[in-house]
């Protein structure tokens, strides 16, 4: 029997974990963790992750502060708007939603980020700091939520062949650079593919665990699966499909009904590691005020 790993459960399990961490504080120094979530411009899809963000942390106890801000807003306007979120102490964490209007430079406004608040972990320290493993550091929600579910599911990525298919900032690459790292959750040999690579399945056939995060729907098939290899599925894709009342379902990266025939434990889309992100977003919320209450 294939096993089905739950990023739902998992999530629910370590958002319990979290509830009784946020309670302590609250009880031992009156400390309430806060996380703002920017908001720039009108995106459904970015309105519809915003709106779960901010449902979650109420959840645990956490206070969400949302900034929706108008699509047209100038660029030195969000910088403020980040600083004043730096410099303010009942704000433990600052995510600012992306993509960003074309008019906005990103990086700029990534490495306005306070990094001891940067809950995201694109800001360029957060990101050097995990490569080199000095420091303290947030890492990015989404691979860390993806090793999270490795190792609760009994999959420690330890002396594995890690293939991760994807190299973006977001995902492909920190989770690379979290599975290769000396430290809990890593420690394995890293492969990183994408959509370039010429022979692509002959690479993913190499992997005992393999992590999909490459944004092109249903694109890796049984073929490209050894026998028995543990697969993650990070893509969350929209597709036409016209007999659903909404007109689209949701699927990931991976043939989920024929890959799950042949590996040995297969993460599903929806109910994978889309509830992993917010989860972890909310742990390095957690965390960032266990640290501020410990500073004083
Ligand atoms: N857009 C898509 N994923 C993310 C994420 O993890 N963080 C932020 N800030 N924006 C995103």
Redesign the pocket.
Known sequence: MTQIISGKEISEEIRSELKERVDALREEGGLVPGLAVVLVGEDPASQM?VGMKNRAAEALGIHSRQLTLPADTPEDELLGVVEGLNADPEIHGI?????LPDHIDEAKVIEAIDPAKDV?G?HPISVGRLQTGSGDFFA???PAGVVEMLLRSGHDPAGKHVVVVGRSN?VGKPAAALLLRKAPGGNATVTVAHSRTPDLGAVTRTADILVVAMGRPESIGADMVAEGAVVIDVGTNRVDDASRERGYRVCGDVLFDEVKEKAAAISPVPGGVGPM?ITMLLSNTVKSAETAAAEG
């Open positions: 992750y995510l600012v939603q992306l993509p995201d694109f990015p929600a989404t977001i992100t």
